[in-house]
C-alpha cells in the first residue's frame, strides 16, 4: 500500500488504545513510521512489546503502556507517567474495544456492561487522561474508532451498537467543545475489516457478508490506518465532528 508523508505529524505525540492487534496495531506502526513517538495502550504487555518493537524496526518510537481501559486510575496514572517521559499528546486514537454478540434475551448483563465499559467509558477515562495537557498546548486530533454498525444497527449486537452509537455522541459533543482551542474530533465508522474480531465468523455467515459490500471484500487495518492518519494530520485541519465511513460502501 502506497503511504502518504504528513510533514506536520512528525515529532508529535500520540496514544493509540487497542495497539496490541489489527487496527490499532497497524495505526501506531503507520504513526511510527511517520516521525510520531506512540504510545500503545492494551491489557497485553507481551503483545505491545512486538508491536513497540516493530516500531523501532522501523525506525520509530513506540512505548508500551500496559492498561486497561476500563480501569480509570491506572489509565491515568500511565498516561501521566508517559507524558512526563516524552510530552503532552496531541493526537489520540480511542480504538480499543470488544464485542460480546447475542440477541438481546440472551444476552447476560454482565456482557452488556462489559461492552459498554471497554468501547464507551474506556473512551472517557482515556481521553480525560489526555486532554488537560492538550488543552495546555491548544493543538490536538482526536479519532474515534467507531463501526458502521452504529449506523445501521445488526441483529445480536445490540451492546456493541449502542456503544458505538454512543462514541458518535461522544464524538460530536466533545468537537463542538474543543473546536475553538485547536483540538479537532473526529470518527471512523468501519465495516468489516480482516482481524482477530471478524476471524470468529464462520465461512458461511463470512460469504454473506462479502456479498453485501459493494466493493466486493473486507478491508484490511491499514485501510483504517490510511483514514486516521489523515483525520490526525493538518490535511484534515477544516474537518471536525465528523464519521468517516470506511466500509467499502456497505454503508452509504
Ligand atoms: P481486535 O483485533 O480484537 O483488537 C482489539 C484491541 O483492543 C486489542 O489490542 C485488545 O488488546 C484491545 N482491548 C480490548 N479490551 C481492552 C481493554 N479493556 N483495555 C485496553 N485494551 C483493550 O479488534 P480490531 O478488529 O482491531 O478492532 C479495533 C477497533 O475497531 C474496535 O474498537 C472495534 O470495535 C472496531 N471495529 C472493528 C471492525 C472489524 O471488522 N474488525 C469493524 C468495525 C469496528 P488486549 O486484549 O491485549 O487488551
Do not use: C
Amino acid at each position: 500500500m502506497e503511504w502518504p508523508v504528513y510533514p506536520d505529524l512528525k515529532g508529535q505525540v500520540a496514544l493509540v488504545t487497542g495497539a496490541s492487534q489489527g487496527i490499532g496495531a497497524a495505526i501506531a506502526r503507520v504513526l511510527g513510521r511517520q516521525g510520531v513517538v506512540v504510545g500503545l495502550m492494551a491489557r497485553s504487555l507481551e503483545k505491545l512489546e512486538e508491536v513497540a518493537a516493530a516500531i523501532r524496526t522501523e525506525g520509530g518510537r513506540g512505548f508500551p503502556l500496559a492498561a486497561d481501559v476500563v480501569q480509570g486510575e491506572a489509565v491515568q496514572a500511565a498516561i501521566q507517567e508517559f507524558i512526563r517521559e516524552v510530552g503532552p499528546v496531541t493526537l489520540l486514537v480511542n480504538n480499543a474495544g470488544i464485542t460480546r454478540d447475542q440477541v438481546l434475551l440472551g444476552l447476560k448483563p454482565e456482557d452488556w456492561h462489559a461492552v459498554l465499559a471497554v468501547d464507551l467509558t474506556g473512551a472517557y477515562w482515556v481521553t480525560r487522561a489526555v486532554l488537560r495537557d492538550m488543552l495546555k498546548v491548544r493543538r490536538g486530533s482526536i479519532v474515534n474508532i467507531s463501526s458502521v454498525v452504529a449506523l445501521t444497527g445488526n441483529p445480536g449486537q445490540t451492546a456493541y451498537a449502542a456503544a458505538k452509537a454512543g462514541l458518535i455522541g461522544f464524538t460530536k459533543s466533545l468537537a463542538r467543545e474543543l473546536a475553538s482551542r485547536g483540538i479537532r474530533v473526529n470518527a471512523i465508522a468501519p465495516g468489516y475489516i480482516e482481524t482477530e474480531m471478524t476471524a470468529r465468523l464462520s465461512e458461511a455467515v463470512r460469504a454473506e457478508y462479502q456479498k453485501a459490500i459493494p466493493v466486493g471484500f473486507f478491508g484490511t487495518p491499514d485501510d483504517v490506518a490510511q483514514a486516521a492518519l489523515f483525520l490526525l494530520s493538518s490535511a484534515s485541519r477544516y474537518i471536525t465532528g465528523t464519521v468517516l465511513n470506511v466500509s467499502g460502501g456497505l454503508y452509504m
